[in-house]
């Protein structure tokens, strides 16, 4: 398998948007969430996308809509090397979880890729499939706990004593974060950790800094977190291209 690092990719941003853009990578993903809508496509080979328990098998021309919050893995089909973009984007507009098979789409959405104009964007998500609701609230036990995650990326707070501040069993809080967020509370603090990684990577700070900042243990526990979340090295994410180090 192609290390990360040697893969061709690259992140370009505007405000509200960041597009992704992948070439011929067979590195997977570990199943995580995003706080901004995601509209994925596929340029080439098949992917294999399960969100909400849903699987679906992507091919060229393909386009997914995976609404904020909603767990998701899109991983290569039988270890093949797949392209694809990824616009993660910051917008009002709702719409539901969907796999759109449209030659006109798929021509808007390449539009978006080559220019990230406002104007490009606002065609797309004007096409799209309108729908959508903001799914089911969380439980207030979910809630705290992913609050209590939140305000303590360096050190938070265990489950035993989440457990015993909520009045349950510490079993019985996993399976109901689990079951209100389709993750566990340990991928979700990860994921948390990685999203706040990004925000400061994307602001220019240094990776060590970043690695601490996050709580991670050391560099080296931040860069393998990130790779299996990511897909990229946090050096390619700061950057936008692939590189050939290893940090």
Known sequence: MTETRHIRQSFHRAPGLELRSTWQSTQAYKRHSHTQLSIGA????????VCNGQEFILKPGDIIVIPAHVPHSCNPLAGQPRSYH??????PVSLAQQVIRSASLFSLYQHVVENLSESSLHALLAALP???DAGDTLRPTSQQLQQA???ELIHPPGLDELAQRFSLRKETLIRTFKQDTGLTPGSFLNIARVEYA????????NIADVSYQSGFADQSHFHKTFVSYTAATPRQYATGRSISDNN
């Not at 596929?42 to 996308?49: H, S």
Request: aromatic fraction near 8%.
């Open 42 to 49: 596929i340029v080439e080979g098949q992917t294999c996308c």
């Open 86 to 91: 990824m616009l993660y984007l910051d917008t």
């Open 130 to 132: 309108q729908g959508g």
């Open 149 to 151: 995650f939140l305000r």
């Open 198 to 205: 990004k925000s400061r990577l994307r602001a220019g700070d």
